[in-house]
Every structure is written in C-alpha cells, then in structure tokens.
C-alpha cells in the first residue's frame, strides 16, 4: 500500500513538473542556436531543434517526431547523440515529423500559401489557426469567448493554433496575459506557431519582394529572436512556422525548414471567402485587423451548433491532424 502511495505521489511530482516547465519563463537566455541530435528517455525518443542556457543551466527545445508536440527540458535528462540535421531527417524518415517536412517542401514552388494546408479528416471538424500579427488594435476576443463557450459541452480545453509575432507579444502584454490564463484554467490549448519576429511588409512591393522576401531580411532574426521571444514570456515554441502574408519562395521554405520547422498554410482563408472542408487548416486573424474573419467564424460555429453538440464537427488539434496525415501506417 506504501508503495502504491508513494508511486502515486511520484508521479503526481513528475506531472506538476513538466507543467511548471512547460510554462517557465526564461529571462536570462543565452548562447540560443540551432543544435540538432537524437534525445533519448524512455518511452519516447525526441528529435533536439535548440540549444540553449538560462540561469547557469542548459536546455533542449526537442519535438516528438510522432506526435509533433514540442516541449523543453534540460539537457541532463537526456542521453544524447548530436546530428546534423539531414542525419536526424534521414534517422527519423519514417516519421510523421520528416514526411511533413518533406511534403511542405514539395509545395514551395508557389508563391503564396506553401506549406501543409490540410490535416487528416475527423467527421466534418477543422483545425483552427489565428494570426497574431502586429497591429495597434487589441485582441479580437469574441473570437476566444464565443469558441469556448459553444464548445462547453463537449470539448474542453478547445485546441488552436496561435502564429506569433515578435511584434504583436511587444505591444499586447496584458492581451497575451489574458490568452495564457485561458489556457492554464484549460479552457484554451494553444499551439504557438512562430509567425516570424518583425512580419515586414510594405503597401508599394510587389509580393516576390515583400514580407520575408525582401531584401536583406535575415531569416536568424526572424525565426530565432522570435522562438526566443515566445520562451521569455512563457510560450513553448512549436515545430510550426507561417509565413507573414502567406508569401514565400522555394529559397525562404528551404530556409525555414533547414531549422527543422515545418511550414504550415491554409485552405480556407475565411476573410477571402474560402469555405473549410473536412480537415481543413482554417485561417483567420485574431489581432483585431480582420474582423470579417472572426465574423464569418462566429457564424460557422452558429451554423454547426446542433453538430457540436453531437460531437459531428469538433475542433482539432492542429500537431495531431498533420500527425495523423503523416502517420506510417497510412
């Protein structure tokens, strides 16, 4: 009986530990690059993306190459063996991580919306992404508010996928406050998508030089001063990246999944009048720019209000619809 109590409390500690590290604030960052290898603790191996040190201690940020889950743990819980990244892509082929990569890296010929824009159809539900760009305007809440409360009943947190400025985390400090309560009271799960630090864009450029491709962006900037944010105030990175105005080459794609992250776009841009299907990756803006998006959410959740209650057209989770896309056995 001891014994049981005892492991029972053990694993209580184990559990409250990986949620205070999930939520931990690193303030003093440093020597933060990308380092790659193979981490190993059982049950379950994870691909390492960065390394890095706070308060005289280092750190892994590493994914589940099966579930596409990231989280950070220091470094000694780990056995590890470095790899170049190739070596890690080439190690864990078979893995939904690798052919995501793969396949985004297959749709960056155009130049708008490359990258995953589907994951695996579930019944009739979606996976839902709202930007977070920078503007001067505050965080759309009915988008939040009205999703939780038609989801009361029957899915509880309700999953979402958050892309992430630098800029918007800068100027909406009480706002992002306000997300990471709803998502430690678990009304919210969030998957926080680096959406690059700056998001530059212009009114006069022509798209092929705009946003992350105009001349002289650095893309170490970009995606690591904005990672970097996103662990200060308390986020954990995912393995997901947006490009800022869906705009990118196949030279950007083959930059942003050279750091191991996994370009992510959309088909069914709700502003744009672009209707989602089963498994659709839904975009709409939650920074307060594109109220016509939320609206035309809001009213998608009106419309299905007798199908959630039935459990027939749920949210999902975006790292487990691509998971399950990719997944082997497929």
Known sequence: MFKRVLWCSLSIMVCLAGKVSAQANYSHIGNYRPYYGWARHYPQDRIILRQFSDHGKTYFLLVDPQTLDTQVNEASSYTVKPMSLDQVRSFFARTPYEKALSKAEKESVVIQDAGIERGMPKETGISLTADLCPSHRPLDKRLFTDMINAFAKVERPVPIALSITGGWMRRHQDDLGWLKELQANHQIDVTWIN??????????????????????????????ENEKAMLRNGLTPSVFFRFPGLVSDQQVVKKVTDFGLIPVGTDAWLAKGQQPQAGSIVLIHGNGNE????NDFIKLL???????AKKQ????????SVGEEFAEDK
């Open 313 to 320: 057209w749920l949210l999902y989770d975006l790292r487990q």
């Open 302 to 308: 009106q419309q299905h209000t007798q199908d959630i």
């Open 195 to 224: 959406h690059s630090y700056n998001h530059r864009v212009s009114s006069t450029l022509p798209l092929k030089e705009n946003f992350l491709l105009e001349p002289g962006t650095d893309m170490n900037v970009e995606v690591l």
């Open 291 to 294: 109220p016509v998006g939320v």
